[in-house]
């Protein structure tokens, strides 16, 4: 996740933003939350989409439920 993501003391006391931005990854949840889609969350914020979809698979992969073999 740290390619898309960073968490430093010198951006927003260490709140997860996108990298090379000062937006926190908690407003996009928060947008997702409100039913809000990612094309309407990137025409708000100036963050690439390839960072926002990326960190979309990455999240996708670590909170998807294992898979199962019969």
Known sequence: MAEYVEKSPEKLGGTPVFRGTRIPVYVFIDYLKE???VEEF???YDVAPDVVY????EWGEDYAPEQVSA
């Open 54 to 57: 990326g960190f979309l698979d």
């Open 35 to 37: 039913g809000y889609s």
């Open 42 to 44: 990137l025409g708000q």
